[in-house]
């Protein structure tokens, strides 16, 4: 079973609104300290977006804070991340990822999924 898959991506204008989906396993999503939210744009490093700790607290990289919100539904072992207010900057391929091994919400992450693009127009 593959552990994380991603949905939701597509092609929106900057200032619209999207929201993706993860879909983890019911081990996956139960055993993970933090679930997280990752992007890589063309040319550029892979770099953190956001994270919700086991307990729920999410944890938001400077440049989607106010903007992106990270949440949970333990019934449906599955994270949502929703992005308002979208800019052509935030064009990625955005990817979820489980952290099964440490306690920092921004490395340990060792399941990923296959990736889902987001491109924002101007």
């Known amino acids: 079973q593959v552990p994380l898959v991603e949905s939701g991506g597509g092609l929106v204008q900057a200032g619209g609104s999207l929201r993706l989906s993860c879909a983890a396993s019911?081990?996956?999503?139960?055993?993970?300290?933090?679930m997280g939210w990752f992007r890589q744009a063309p040319g550029k490093e892979r770099e953190f977006v956001a994270a919700i700790a086991w307990g729920g607290s999410p944890y938001y990289a400077d440049s989607v804070k106010g903007r992106f919100t990270i949440s949970r539904d333990s019934a449906e072992n599955t994270v949502y991340l929703q992005m308002n207010s979208l800019k052509p900057e935030d064009t990625a391929v955005y990817y979820c990822?489980?952290?099964?091994?440490?306690?920092?919400?921004?490395?340990?992450?060792?399941?990923w999924g296959q990736g889902t693009q987001v491109t924002v127009s101007s």
């Open positions: 990822a489980a952290n099964q091994r440490s306690h920092s919400y921004k490395d340990g992450y060792d399941d």
């Open positions: 019911r081990r996956t999503f139960s055993s993970s300290y933090f």
